[in-house]
């Protein structure tokens, strides 16, 4: 708390010495996070990213950082070590701290913002991140599989497994979703839900037709009990009910409920849906994002050495058994 409190000290001594700027740098800062951060997590962890840039460059004009100071930045972070377990931070953690000043920079030098003249990081690399989620989805077999254990638990478990991997909802989403949440389309024939995800955006997606009858009897019920939220239970709870019905449906993969929603997105794909309509239905704000399911779907379709076989087959012999 005292590093911290220096920090703060420091910094607005410097901001008080930069009288010829137009505005001092914890003004832009704040202008930059009321503006682009909306939620509580993205306005603490921009602020904290920020700040911790600033001590390095040891409070110097955000005016006056260069591509050389914010290079020396990424060093100085690959060389550091998480506390306890002595291991270098990973390339995700140190994207997570450069891409607030990234994103200030780029938001700053605007032309219709213009508080910047110019911007240091447009030659700024990101260290690559290793995707870890390519095998992170379930086969046919094993939704199945744990559709079946949730359906023995349950009404509302079983609602909560097909939430999951037919919408594709974030837990998070799931556990605040609410009767007012459902609305009929013009013609009354469909079922959508406005879901609020990261950062309060607001996403709407259709209910596929079996889910949107299951849905009905399931907050027909719901009309007896009070409280609006469709499953008034805790992430916490989600990931233990996921992670049972897993064990009791035979699945040997350390299940997670984001798992259903990779799931989601690698059939949604596989079997014809495109990167615009994955990347609206699981509100992901970049199409990159969305893309790197591909990996995974290509590994699933034909490949080459398939093509390959198929035009040698009459000629492979395989041992007489």
């Known amino acids: ?33 009321t503006v682009c951060c909306r939620s509580g997590h993205t306005i603490k962890s921009y ?7 600033r001590a390095f460059v040891s409070f110097k004009s955000l ?7 914010l290079e020396a930045y990424k060093l100085f972070l690959a060389s550091q070590r998480v506390a306890q377990s002595e291991r ?78 037919l919408l594709g909802l974030r837990v998070s989403e799931l ?16 079922i959508w839900v406005s879901i609020t995800g990261k950062g309060g955006k607001i996403r709407e997606i259709k ?25 008034p239970i805790s992430t916490r709870q989600v990931e233990r009910i996921i992670q049972i019905a897993g064990s009791q449906g035979g699945i040997a993969k350390k299940l997670s409920p984001h798992w259903l929603r990779h799931t989601n997105a690698t059939l949604a794909l596989l079997n014809g849906a495109t990167l615009q309509q994955v990347q609206e239905s699981l509100g992901h704000s970049h199409i990159n994002t969305t893309q790197r399911y591909l990996h995974t779907v290509d590994q699933l379709k034909k490949t080459a050495t398939d093509f390959v076989e198929e035009t040698l087959l009459e000629f492979i012999q395989t041992p007489n058994k």
């Open 88 to 165: 270098p931070l990973s390339p995700a953690t140190i994207s997570a701290l450069v891409i607030p000043i990234r994103s200030l920079y780029k938001w700053g030098s605007d032309p219709n913002i213009a508080l910047f003249k110019h911007n240091p990081t447009t030659r700024l690399k990101l260290p690559p991140i290793t995707i870890n989620s390519k095998q992170h989805y379930l086969t046919k077999k094993e939704v199945m599989q744990l559709l079946q254990a949730l359906y023995k638990q349950g009404q509302r478990n079983y609602l909560i497994g097909l939430s999951l991997v």
């Open 1 to 33: 708390m005292a590093l911290l409190s220096n920090i703060t000290t420091n910094s607005q001594i410097a901001d008080l010495n930069k009288s010829d700027d137009l505005h001092t740098d914890i003004q832009i800062i704040d202008m930059f996070i």
């Open 47 to 53: 602020r904290r990213a920020l700040e911790r840039f």
């Open 175 to 190: 556990t605040t979703m609410s009767k007012d949440d459902f609305y009929s389309d013009a013609a009354g024939a469909s």
């Open 63 to 69: 005016h006056e950082v260069n591509w050389r100071d």
């Open 207 to 231: 209910v596929p037709a079996q889910l949107k009858n299951m849905y009905l009897e399931y907050l027909a019920e719901r009309q007896k009990n009070n409280g609006s939220r469709l499953f």
